[in-house]
């Protein structure tokens, strides 16, 4: 009887403790996604922004690795958004350009090479390099 009760309290202890540490592990793991898709963003834009201000007929080809968890990216205007699902919600990630910006990217997960391309229309085309 006492192995019985000693054995309950201590599953009555780390059964909650179990519990805190899954639910603090995953919302670790979305902040870790949040901070990558930030950064993959501000370097997309700056990029576009660099070759924007070049001019005509600059281009360039940056590398990403895009985390899991992205379910669509839209390009429209000045905005680059990423459209995030994870535990069971969408949420959205926008970065904003000083330059109009047309194209598209795969949301698929590992490595991209975007490629940024300055036009004659004043906008910068971004597109994605076949594997």
Not at 56 to 64: H, L
Not at 99 to 122: D, F, P, Q, R, W
Request: charged share 20%.
């Amino acid at each position: 009887m006492e192995y019985i009760v000693i054995f309950s309290m201590t599953a009555l202890m780390i059964i909650p403790m179990l519990l805190i540490f899954l639910t603090q592990t995953n919302n670790l793991k979305q902040e870790i996604v949040n901070s990558q898709i930030d950064k993959i963003g501000n370097k997309i834009v700056d990029s576009a922004e660099e070759v924007y201000y070049m001019g005509y007929p600059a281009k360039k080809t940056i590398k990403a690795i895009f985390p899991e968890g992205i379910d669509s990216i839209d390009i429209t205007g000045e905005t680059l958004t990423f459209i995030m699902g994870q535990s069971g919600s969408t949420y959205e990630i926008l970065k904003i350009a000083n330059m109009n910006m047309t194209g598209t990217i795969k949301s698929y997960e590992g490595i991209h090479y975007i490629i940024l391309e300055a036009k004659i229309s004043g906008q910068v085309q971004i597109s994605e390099k076949e594997e």
